[in-house]
């Protein structure tokens, strides 16, 4: 195998593997390759094939059967539907009752935004969000979810809530919004406060249910991918590649809400559906509120590409209704990587529970 100089030997592999079962060298149900064969065949050691292996498996693309090997469970687009099972949680669940946020580095941030921008605390921000947090968002989310954006693309609001009823002025009132079903409720409150009408979707094993998204007349989808509450599911390759099927017909949307995902064990970035389609249909959304402090009211949304000018015309009379202090106080906490070595620390401390 041909090595990349900036890329580990792991990462190349796993690529490598995913674009065969994709393309379809490797047909669903098929068995690849075992970790020995493999390593033979591209010439690296057995612990760079099994961590290839582990990523694969963590987003769905294969499965590991006792005494048996690996076999591909990606669906393909054209030949098989996503399977319409019953619901289950998973590991997510261990995400319940995560240690606070230190005190100590919060505190710091707080004297060190007062001190920086003494002059601008008390002053009016733009209606999208202080630059400065904006700029400091966009360099998280390209460290962390490998998302890549402007910071012009981001807007930022007092917690997801209060973004939901952006996406109304956004998206218009005219279209129906379909959600999971179950889902947090106060979605669908804000959502029908907003005067929308919205069609509750059902939920199977990994997501909304195929004959669901077949059916709905919805042109907006809701979805939270990476932890459905309250039913703990998980969107897993297959079921992203169906979301952004139905997205990419005309004029539909998709509303990302990526809840609780800085709290994941992999190892490796998840894909969002974002990553998969970043310049038309989907909107991103997130929430400071669960990894910092549900007093820290906080979110906000990243705007596709393409209709980034479009839609920000629509919301340009908005005062943001986040504080400059608040914003800057942010600001200070990601830049200064205080916020990622809490989350790290989180995430070490789930994978040890999980490995127990």
């Known amino acids: 195998m041909k090595q990349e100089r900036d890329k580990p030997a792991y990462m190349q592999l796993y690529?490598?593997?995913?674009?065969?079962?994709?393309?379809?060298?490797?047909?669903?149900r098929s068995k690849i390759p075992s970790k020995r064969n493999m390593s033979l065949e591209t010439g690296t050691s057995l612990i760079t094939v099994e961590?290839?292996?582990d990523l694969l498996a963590e987003e769905g693309y294969i499965e590991s059967r006792e005494r048996s090997g690996y076999f591909v469970i990606y669906r393909s687009e054209d030949l098989f539907s996503v399977a319409e099972?019953?619901?289950?949680?998973?590991s997510h669940t261990l995400s319940k009752n995560v240690d606070a946020f230190p005190h100590t580095a919060f505190a710091t941030a707080v004297r060190k935004a007062l001190a920086d921008h003494e002059g601008d605390i008390l002053t009016q921000t733009d209606g999208c969000g202080c630059y400065e947090t904006r700029k400091?968002?966009?360099?998280?989310?390209?460290?962390?979810?490998?998302?890549?954006?402007d910071p012009?693309?981001?807007?930022?609001g007092a917690g997801s809530e209060y973004l939901y009823s952006l996406i109304i002025q956004l998206l218009g009132h005219h279209r129906i919004y379909g959600l999971e079903d179950p889902s947090y409720e106060k979605i669908?409150?804000?959502?029908?406060?907003?005067?929308?009408?919205?069609?509750?979707?059902?939920?199977?094993?990994?997501?909304?249910?195929?004959?669901?998204?077949?059916?709905?007349?919805?042109?907006?989808?809701?979805?939270?991918?990476?932890?459905?509450?309250?039913?703990?599911?998980?969107?897993?390759?297959?079921?992203?590649?169906?979301?952004?099927?139905?997205?990419?017909?005309?004029?539909?949307?998709?509303?990302?809400?990526?809840?609780?995902?800085?709290?994941?064990?992999?190892?490796?970035?998840?894909?969002?559906?974002f990553s998969m389609e970043?310049?038309?249909?989907?909107?991103?959304?997130?929430?400071?509120?669960?990894?910092?402090?549900?007093?820290?009211?906080?979110?906000?949304m990243v705007l596709?590409?393409?209709?980034?000018?479009?839609?920000?015309?629509?919301?340009?009379?908005?005062?943001?209704?986040?504080?400059?202090?608040?914003?800057?106080?942010?600001?200070?906490?990601?830049?200064?990587?205080?916020f990622e070595r809490h989350i790290n620390r989180i995430r070490r401390k789930k994978r040890k529970q999980v490995k127990k």
Not at 222 to 233: E, I, L, Q
Not at 282 to 296: A, C, E, K
């Open 85 to 90: 099972g019953k619901r289950s949680s998973n």
């Open 15 to 28: 690529q490598k593997v995913r674009k065969e079962i994709v393309e379809g060298v490797y047909a669903y």
């Open 51 to 53: 961590h290839a292996y």
């Open 188 to 273: 669908l409150q804000i959502y029908q406060a907003g005067g929308v009408r919205c069609d509750m979707l059902r939920m199977g094993e990994n997501g909304i249910l195929s004959s669901e998204l077949k059916r709905t007349p919805a042109s907006v989808l809701h979805v939270t991918p990476y932890h459905s509450y309250p039913s703990g599911m998980s969107a897993d390759i297959s079921k992203k590649q169906e979301y952004i099927r139905w997205v990419k017909k005309a004029d539909r949307y998709i509303v990302e809400d990526d809840y609780d995902s800085e709290f994941t064990v992999s190892m490796k970035m998840q894909e969002t559906l």
């Open 136 to 149: 400091a968002i966009a360099g998280y989310l390209a460290r962390s979810r490998g998302l890549f954006v």
């Open 304 to 338: 596709p590409k393409e209709k980034c000018d479009i839609f920000l015309n629509k919301i340009s009379f908005r005062s943001c209704t986040v504080s400059a202090l608040v914003q800057y106080v942010l600001a200070e906490l990601l830049d200064s990587g205080s």
């Open 278 to 300: 970043p310049d038309f249909s989907v909107i991103y959304m997130n929430t400071f509120t669960r990894t910092i402090g549900p007093s820290l009211r906080v979110g906000y």
């Open 152 to 156: 012009k693309q981001i807007v930022i």
